[in-house]
């Protein structure tokens, strides 16, 4: 009895704690900064868009919603491409070649980004890939490998030999097996990768801080930091820049949960 | 049309097994190495090899755009233990907050995925929503918080109002890296939740029925029995919330400004403002120091669990 009282009051205070916050930002960005000192909690009086107006057109944001999308559905789509076939190859190989280069490869999972970016930075100078949202493409492709690499080949491992034995005897190569056998049946450990890189990219800060000089190249999360300069408390601005950066993120969330669960720990989820 | 190729390999290799040549194996070896090659040679070429640069960079005085620079040994590794008091700081201020977060997300993990790792409707509605944050940038989330820790406006000082208190949060210098440890225990104590449910979920329901039946109460049956079971799942949750405490970037510069004020300046932060005041070479420098740290505090959290399942 005493147990499923404190469990109900437990979970009460943490669910508080997590819908209090959004949703008096989400209604904050139908108020004006009066109104939401005012009243944090209650209803906007007129359910205004034009902090979203404003936000979109003014505030640059509407072009950094084009440049994240952009960026993003590219580097998820050409990471799943390189990492499966990657993946792919190391589930099919066998013995020390398959073990070193998926060892080498996962490798890069442990690595945190300062370890490399001063040398990236200067590399990308060079290749003229700075302040290019390609370079922003290309450096999340190389930050996406090895994670990516490690879901797809750990689920391809666990592909049966023998379906591959089989197919070879029928006349189909390795190459068809790819995209005729190994994809299709690869769907779950694609999709947790897919939804693990697109959280990662559409939210990444740290690359386009350092690659991206003009304002019409910024992506969304650049564009917000940006905010925090002009509008030092002007919150509902601010708040309207949160809602538009998360609102696609967040309706893909409450479709596909489950992937997200899995995608998200499975990023994390090494030994 | 698949079933019938399928069917008929597995007669092909059961019954009578058509040996393919030597050669024709040889072949498929080659194609499938040349599958791995494409993100073989991105890896090597944009990963790896800045990795070893960064380590070359780190004993040059190099201020990234100047054609020539002196190699200075061990200068910048002396300079940043010794004598570069922002290089200290950012590193105290980091253990403290790693410190905050370890301790407190572990916990408020825990203690959500023993209340909802058995499956139902609300449970599942439930850990969706403690999730949620999670999926988030780091920037929004720094918002979010930004406007809870406002001293005149803020949700923070709301709460605390009623019960006649008040605290200006960010403003402290001593106490500011504590509320920002808050913000990212709030961002990312669902996503620990998640591993802690599914290590809870393998514990086997008769063991747990059987010490029911036992007369062992609620948290018998969790020290004894529980916790050395999810071992895995804990270790898990505190060698990648270490990482995860010295990658946090985005939340510091969203909540503490770029560059940040002092008082909630973290290893990865002082590193970034390094390098943007152009001192290639010694951001190089601190950023091998950062990478030892994560590598001696992670290979010590896991000495620990070692150590507590070893006692348990």
């Known amino acids: ?271 | 049309m698949s079933q019938s190729t399928t069917s008929a390999g597995r007669t092909n290799t059961v019954r009578t097994p058509r040996r393919r040549t030597t050669k024709a194996r040889r072949i498929d070896e080659l194609i499938l190495l040349l599958f791995t090659v494409p993100a073989l040679i991105i890896y090597i070429v944009f990963f790896v090899l800045p990795t070893l640069q960064s380590a070359q960079y780190s004993i040059t005085n190099w201020d990234g755009f100047s054609g020539t620079f002196d190699y200075v040994g061990i200068h910048n590794f002396v300079r940043a233990i010794t004598s570069d008091s922002l290089f200290t700081s950012s590193l105290v201020n980091n253990l403290k907050f790693w410190i905050i977060v370890l301790v407190f997300q572990t916990l408020a993990a825990l203690l959500l995925a023993v209340m909802l790792f058995r499956n139902s409707r609300s449970t599942s509605v439930l850990r969706g929503l403690f999730f949620f944050p999670t999926i988030l940038s780091s920037i929004s989330v720094a918002y979010i918080w930004k406007f809870i820790y406002d001293p005149n406006y803020g949700l923070g000082n709301g709460l605390l109002h009623l019960f006649g208190a008040s605290s200006s949060f960010l403003g402290n210098n001593d106490t500011a890296i504590y509320w920002v440890a808050l913000t990212q225990v709030w961002f990312h104590a669902g996503q620990m939740m998640t591993i802690f449910i599914a290590g809870l979920q393998s514990v086997p329901q008769e063991m747990l029925e059987a010490a029911a039946v036992d007369g062992a109460s609620r948290w018998r049956t969790f020290t004894s029995i529980t916790w050395p079971m999810i071992a895995p799942a804990t270790s898990i949750v505190l060698a990648y919330t270490t990482i995860q405490s010295f990658k946090a970037f985005d939340v510091i510069l969203g909540l503490a400004g770029n560059p940040p004020k002092p008082s909630m300046d973290i290893l990865s932060t002082r590193i970034y403002t390094t390098f943007a005041n152009n001192q290639f070479g010694y951001a190089a420098a601190e950023a091998i120091l950062f990478v030892i740290v994560i590598v001696v505090l992670n290979g010590g959290v896991r000495r620990l669990v070692g150590l507590t399942q070893a006692g348990s």
């Open chain 1, 1 to 271: 009895m005493g147990y499923k009282f404190a469990r109900g009051g437990l979970l009460t205070i943490f669910a508080v704690m997590i819908v209090v916050p959004v949703l008096v930002v989400l209604l904050g960005t139908f108020k004006s900064m009066q109104q939401l000192f005012d009243s944090p909690f209650g209803l906007p009086e007129s359910w205004s868009i034009r902090n979203y107006v404003d936000v979109l057109t003014q505030h640059n944001m509407g072009q950094a919603f084009i440049n994240s999308t952009v960026v993003t559905a590219s580097s998820v789509f050409l990471t799943l491409f390189i990492s499966s076939m990657a993946a792919y190859g190391i589930a099919r190989l066998r013995g020390w070649k398959s073990v070193l280069i998926f060892g080498f490869l996962v490798l890069g999972m442990s690595v945190p980004a300062q370890a490399n970016m001063i040398p990236q930075y200067v590399l990308f100078g060079r290749l003229g890939l700075l302040n290019n949202l390609l370079g922003l493409i290309l450096i999340n492709v190389v930050t996406g490998i090895p994670v990516s690499t490690f879901i797809m080949g750990s689920f391809m491992k666990t592909l049966p030999h023998e379906m591959f034995e089989a197919a070879a005897v029928d006349g189909v190569g390795p190459a068809r097996a790819y995209y005729r056998i190994a994809l299709p049946l690869s769907g779950p450990s694609i999709a947790a990768a897919a939804i693990f890189l697109f959280v990662i990219q559409w939210n990444e800060l740290l690359y386009p801080l350092l690659f991206i000089q003009s304002p019409d190249k910024q992506t969304i999360p650049l564009r917000l930091l940006g905010f925090q300069g002009e509008f030092l408390t002007n919150y509902p601005l601010l708040f309207t820049g949160v809602a538009i950066a998360s609102i696609p993120i967040t309706i893909a969330y409450v479709l596909l949960q489950r992937y997200f669960v899995e995608g998200m720990t499975s990023g994390a989820v090494k030994g």
